[in-house]
């Protein structure tokens, strides 16, 4: 168990362009969350899965962003047209609910920068 | 007004020290109270976490809530140097739900 994995780590773009990153969950997780983190701050809650559904998004999610977990498995997040303040660490977590927060397991995220 | 409020730091204690960090928040629905450790570029770390109002000890790291004031802390005796890093409360209505986080307390040990 190699916990959980991000990628790419550094992803620079232009404004406008779309951008995917992955995140591969510790495998027995069925729990699988997305988080934002501007610098100065910390994570903020973007979307959620129990297995491959969707099950809560937040408002910070708009239009421009989407996520999948075909399969339950690894999990993608889109941004489509980006902006300039979507520049932030994206950072993936798996837990597997009947265990609580001990299994909570942050990787170490995605940096994107958009200029 | 955020949910979670942490003081921003940075708060620079010398090696050996007890350094003394807390958290407030407003939504008394929360019910898991924890503590992370995050180094630069890299994900959070779980710390502590507790369960409702009490204490719990860990070692070097003690954390502490008190929901009827809405506070929590955590307190590390005898810092290092690899103390030194960003330290996040986090708190969720139930156990594996969604975390809610402070900004982040950044902390420098010195030698």
């Known amino acids: 168990d190699t916990g959980v994995s991000q990628n790419p780590r550094h992803k620079i773009t232009k404004r406008g362009q779309n951008v995917t990153f992955r995140c591969d969950p510790i495998s027995e997780h069925n729990r699988l969350y997305w988080y934002r983190q501007t610098l100065g701050q910390g994570p903020e809650f973007l979307t959620y899965f129990q297995n491959e559904a969707q099950l809560e998004k937040s408002r910070l999610l708009s239009d421009r962003f989407s996520a999948e977990r075909p399969k339950g498995s690894f999990s993608t997040l889109e941004i489509q047209r980006t902006e300039q303040g979507d520049s932030a660490m994206y950072l993936c977590?798996?837990?597997?609910?009947?265990?609580?927060?001990?299994?909570?397991?942050f990787g170490s995220g995605t940096r994107l920068t958009v200029v | 007004q955020k949910e979670v409020e942490q003081d921003p730091g940075p708060l620079s204690v010398p090696e050996g020290a007890i350094v003394s960090l807390n958290c407030t928040y407003s939504n008394s629905a929360f019910q898991y109270f924890m503590w992370y450790r995050q180094y630069s570029r890299k994900g959070p770390e779980l710390l502590m976490y507790t369960y409702s109002s009490g204490n719990k000890e860990d070692g070097r790291f003690t954390a502490q809530v008190d929901k009827s004031s809405k506070y929590i802390s955590l307190f590390i005796r005898d810092s290092q140097p690899s103390d030194s890093a960003t330290y996040l409360c986090?708190?969720?209505?139930?156990?594996?739900?969604?975390?809610?986080f402070g900004g982040g307390t950044r902390v420098l040990v010195k030698p």
């Open positions: 986090a708190m969720s209505e139930a156990a594996g739900n969604k975390l809610t």
């Open positions: 977590a798996s837990i597997s609910s009947d265990r609580g927060i001990y299994g909570y397991t």
